[in-house]
């Protein structure tokens, strides 16, 4: 994407109710357009950290307007974390994307924790293994792809750092998926907590063998300015983020921010937060998700998958059923019948046959 494009898809925050994906087709294959993009974004970490707000934030879009927040007594009854999807379309200029949202309300709320990441880890191999089924299927023009393609991990702004349990869930999910490290409501840190917190939580993944997404390389003939714009998002992270759901009024104008008795904190403002960074390397470099997850995750899952079963491969069990799948059963179960029918045609065509000689036998014989 060149710097005018991305400028283009990417106006000042003068511009409200635009998200940007529209100028998406610039990345990918024509035909991809015309399907619209599928793209699964997870989102982790314990509740009230923001997630909801900055997902709504993101995409402009109210993603559970009949959400309701459980109790602690009701967290405590229900013990489990639990996975929330949900897919909204949105289109831009005639540009489609199916976004779908996994949401891991729970997550760190129980006392034994070790539960959130089982369940977190089963969603993304459920997503693969189908995936994988669908591929040796036949209808694999068609596959609709719920891989999940990046995964935003929440870290809290209170803390020192990371937690045992951030560190735990992140090095497990590392061969997994693309996890994009933010800091949530960095409206309660000053510019150096800030940064130190960057520095301290970069230090952790590194010295814990976390691997995070890493925004590739650009290609030489690239424009500076573009290198430039990419090396900055390279440096902002993990991006310190802030949500909103509230328009608040900024010198006669209408935008997105959180209104403080000592003034406004504007989501779309670079020198407030790293929210506009964020959605850029989400937007500028949503193909890449893609590619990294089929290529190197979804690579990983399907060659343990393969190698896993001796003598090579054996159409896995399928997780779940699909109505793709029960629509290739009634036509596999239709070309049988019809097999079968030409067979006993065939039969009794030859049946006939064998008659009408022995008939006309029959004849010659009694003429002499
Ligand atoms: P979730 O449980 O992680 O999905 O969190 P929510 O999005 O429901 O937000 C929980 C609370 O935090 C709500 O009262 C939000 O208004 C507030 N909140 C959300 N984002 C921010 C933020 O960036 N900064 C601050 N200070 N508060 C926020």
């Given at each position: 994407m060149s710097v005018s494009e991305l400028k283009a898809a990417f106006p000042?925050?003068?511009?409200?109710?635009?998200?940007?994906?529209?100028?998406l087709p610039n990345q990918v294959h024509r035909k991809s357009v015309k399907k619209g993009f599928e793209f699964t974004l997870m989102v982790v970490g314990e509740?009230?950290?923001?997630k909801s707000t900055l997902i709504n934030s993101l995409f402009?879009?109210?993603?559970?307007?009949?959400r309701l927040v459980p109790s602690a007594a009701e967290k405590i009854a229900k013990k489990t974390m639990q996975l929330d999807a949900s897919t909204v379309e949105i289109e831009e200029r005639g540009v489609k994307l199916r976004l779908t949202v996994v949401d891991t309300p729970g997550?760190?709320?129980?006392?034994?924790?070790?539960g959130s990441f089982l369940e977190i880890n089963r969603y993304i191999d459920e997503q693969y293994e189908r995936y994988l089924r669908d591929e040796s299927?036949?209808?694999?023009?068609?596959i609709i792809d719920n891989r999940v393609h990046c995964c935003f991990f929440f870290i809290s702004p209170?803390?020192?750092?990371?937690r045992p349990l951030d560190i735990e869930v992140m090095k497990q999910l590392s061969d997994k998926v693309n996890i994009v490290p933010v800091i949530a409501k960095?409206?309660?840190?000053s510019r150096d907590e800030v940064n130190r917190l960057k520095g301290i939580i970069l230090k952790e993944i590194k010295e814990n063998g976390i691997k995070i997404y890493s925004l590739p390389d650009c290609d030489s003939d690239e424009d500076e300015d573009f290198k430039q714009q990419v090396d900055d998002l390279r440096q902002s992270m993990p991006f310190a983020v802030v949500g909103a759901n509230a328009m608040v009024e900024v010198g006669g104008k209408k935008i997105r921010g959180r209104q403080y008795p000592w003034g406004v904190v504007e989501v779309e403002n670079p020198k407030h937060c790293d929210f506009v960074k964020l959605r850029t390397m989400l937007i500028t470099h949503m193909q890449d998700l893609q590619e990294v997850t089929h290529d190197v995750h979804y690579e990983n899952y399907r060659s343990h998958r393969l190698a896993s079963k001796p003598g090579g491969f054996v159409p896995p069990t399928p997780v779940r059923k699909n109505t793709a799948d029960e629509k290739d059963k009634q036509l596999q179960e239709k070309e049988l019948e019809l097999k079968r029918m030409q067979e006993m045609v065939a039969a009794m065509q030859q049946q006939i046959k064998q008659q009408s000689q022995t008939s006309l036998a029959s004849l010659a014989t009694s003429d002499h």
């Open positions: 000042s925050h003068d511009t409200p109710g635009y998200v940007g994906f529209a100028n509740s009230g950290l923001g402009l879009t109210d993603l559970y307007p009949d997550f760190g709320d129980a006392i034994d924790n070790g299927g036949l209808n694999r023009k068609n209170y803390g020192h750092g990371l960095s409206d309660c840190l």
